[in-house]
């Protein structure tokens, strides 16, 4: 398994602003994901950060909503960009390992937007 | 498109009862298949995984049998806990390193 970290743990945001998260982990891994989960809800897939190029989003994310940045095996960012009270959610980070076909999830971040 | 469907709660017990939460998958060949468990304010937490038909995930008094025959991953514990309370995912893992898909998620409540 990894250990993943994740920082800011919870955030409360003013409309317009932006937030960058923060995802640390413990050992070289190939796979990194940002998901949302939005209030009550299950989890949806935002994009998968690729280390060294752009990354690789889900239809209905744009990466001028969401810019993403991988400069490495063990981190990761992801911005919230102009933000308004429906990006409010909880963010979550998730590691897949080279040759073991499971996720790890980071604590998440949880925004507040008003 | 491969997906996931599972019981929609919320699911009240009381402590020590029987538990079972249901999950089907659709998918083209064989995922592997998971349930994750999300405490109050916390993140996914993995539970229990079974990579091929047959397979028995278990962790925690917890269980799931893969069923190829019936396309189910059901999760099923024989006797709950206050500390058990939480929000269950059941989750399929294509071929495609991206490929994984979540149910809507179970939200369980154990009263003393």
């Known amino acids: 398994s990894a250990v993943i970290s994740q920082k800011p743990s919870r955030d409360i945001c003013q409309r317009g602003t932006s937030l960058t998260i923060q995802c640390q982990v413990d050992?070289?891994?190939?796979?990194m994901f940002w998901y949302r989960q939005q209030p009550g809800q299950s989890l949806t897939l935002i994009a998968t950060a690729n280390q060294g190029s752009e990354a690789t989003y889900e239809s209905g994310f744009v990466i001028d909503k969401f810019p993403i940045s991988r400069p490495n095996l063990t981190f990761s960012t992801l911005t919230v960009s102009n933000m308004s009270p429906e990006d409010s959610s909880i963010y979550l980070c998730s590691v897949e390992i080279a040759g073991v076909d499971t996720q790890y999830f980071g604590p998440g971040t949880r925004l507040t937007v008003l | 498109g491969d997906s996931v469907t599972q019981m929609e709660g919320p699911v009240t017990l009381s402590e020590e009862a029987f538990l079972t939460i249901n999950c089907t998958y659709t998918a083209t060949g064989y995922p592997s298949l998971f349930w994750y468990v999300q405490y109050p304010g916390e993140g996914l937490q993995l539970l229990l995984k079974?990579?091929?038909?047959?397979d028995k995930g278990s962790n925690k008094g917890f269980e799931a049998t893969y069923r190829k025959e019936t396309t189910s991953f059901h999760l099923e514990k024989g006797s709950v806990q206050v500390s058990d309370s939480a929000v269950y995912f059941c989750?399929?893992?294509?071929?495609?390193?991206?490929?994984?898909?979540f149910g809507a998620g179970t939200r369980l409540t154990v009263k003393p």
């Open positions: 050992s070289q891994v190939t796979m």
């Open positions: 079974a990579t091929k038909a047959d």
């Open positions: 989750a399929a893992h294509g071929y495609n390193n991206n490929d994984m898909r």
